[in-house]
């Protein structure tokens, strides 16, 4: 088993920065892939970054291209996720999650998740 537990989000003002990171703990080869996702007030989850953790490969959506960045402590724990110049649709639940098998930025399938912490950006 894997449990995740990502850090306080909070409220930033737009144009700000903000970096979650996300803690791991349980059997390493379950979290060969580790991805960060959003919930938006009345949207679905989406996939926005995710990082294949034993090669230091990283994939982002489209949406987050360019703001956000995925990165591992050296000991390949804990998780980071670091946005750039955030807006207010940025205000979302985000979630860290793992899983053990291929294709990172296949974001149906992550099956170990944290409990979400909040992001809230003001204009």
């Known amino acids: 088993q894997v449990h995740l537990a990502e850090s306080v989000g909070g409220s930033v003002q737009a144009g700000g920065s903000l970096r979650l990171s996300c803690a791991a703990f349980?059997?390493?080869?379950?979290?060969?892939?580790m991805g960060w996702f959003r919930q938006a007030p009345g949207k679905g989850r989406e996939g926005i970054a995710s990082?294949?953790?034993?090669?230091?490969?990283?994939y982002y959506s489209d949406s987050a291209q360019g703001r956000v960045d995925i990165s591992q402590d050296n000991a390949k724990n804990p998780l980071f996720l670091q946005i750039n110049d955030l807006k207010p649709d940025d205000t979302a639940v985000y979630y860290c999650a793992a899983k053990y098998t291929l294709y990172c930025d296949d974001y149906s399938d992550y099956n170990y998740w944290g409990q979400g912490t909040q992001v809230t950006v003001s204009s």
């Open positions: 990082l294949w953790t034993t090669r230091d490969q990283y």
């Open positions: 349980g059997y390493t080869y379950a979290r060969k892939c």
